[in-house]
T-cell receptor, first 116, second 112 residues
Framework: DTGVSQNPRHKITKRGQNVTFRCDPISEHNRLYWYRQTLGQGPEFLTYFQNEAQLEKSRLLSDRFSAERPKGSFSTLEIQRTEQGDSAMYLC??????????????FGSGTRLTVV | GNSVTQMEGPVTLSEEAFLTINCTYTATGYPSLFWYVQYPGEGLQLLLKATKADDKGSNKGFEATYRKETTSFHLEKGSVQVSDSAVYFC???????????FGKGTKLSVKP
């Protein structure tokens, strides 16, 4: 296993368009997290899955954002009607069931979204 | 709610200098504490962690001690190298679902 994989690495889109990002976690990790990181800031929590169940969503996750993890493996994050304020690095992380987040996350390299 | 405050950067040091990056936290109870590092062009990596008061996390020459009395988790290294140039994030285990609360990050530049 090569770690957490995110695709695409970069996405440039026009304002108002929809975008979808994909995250493939480490295979034995049942917990999956999405974070957003803007320039000069630390990552901010967006949402969390345990297996296929979405258990928590941040208030940052407006109704234009939706995330899925249909089979408890990969996850997608979709942003509808993108706005310039959505420009950020979107990070995915996963953690194993035994230690959970106490053991620390493994992060992917992120998808950088630029809305023009 | 839980929060983390870390010293603002950037921090510029010469090789072999001593490093301290301050981090303080607020929390209900005694959460686990973490330092993550982000090297240029790479994703965040867990550097070290401590899960209870007085624990010392260490890795790659970096250390941080969980100080309950001062609610601090300062990152230290005795002799930095150019390869330590990166952004360092302090984080606090935020709650029941396991989301981490991150500080804003401190950029470290080490000059040869």
């Amino acid at each position: 296993d090569t770690g957490v994989s995110q695709n695409p690495r970069h996405k440039i889109t026009k304002r108002g368009q929809n975008v979808t990002f994909r995250c493939d976690p480490i295979s034995e990790h049942n917990r999956l997290y999405w974070y957003r990181q803007t320039l000069g800031q630390g990552p901010e929590f967006l949402t969390y899955f345990q297996n296929e169940a979405q258990l928590e969503k941040s208030r940052l996750l407006s109704d234009r954002f939706s995330a899925e993890r249909p089979k408890g493996s990969f996850s997608t994050l979709e942003i509808q009607r993108t706005e310039q304020g959505d420009s950020a690095m979107y990070l995915c992380a996963s953690s194993p069931p035994r230690d959970g987040p106490i053991g620390g996350y493994t992060f992917g390299s992120g998808t950088r979204l630029t809305v023009v | 709610g839980n929060s983390v405050t870390q010293m603002e950067g950037p921090v510029t040091l010469s090789e072999e200098a001593f490093l301290t990056i301050n981090c303080t936290y607020t929390a209900t109870g005694y959460p686990s504490l973490f330092w993550y590092v982000q090297y240029p062009g790479e994703g965040l990596q867990l550097l070290l962690k401590a899960t209870k008061a007085d624990d010392k996390g260490s890795n790659k020459g970096f250390e941080a001690t969980y100080r309950k009395e001062t609610t601090s988790f300062h990152l230290e290294k005795g002799s930095v190298q150019v390869s330590d140039s990166a952004v360092y994030f302090c984080a606090n285990y935020g709650g029941s679902q396991g989301n981490l609360i991150f500080g804003k990050g401190t950029k470290l530049s080490v000059k040869p």
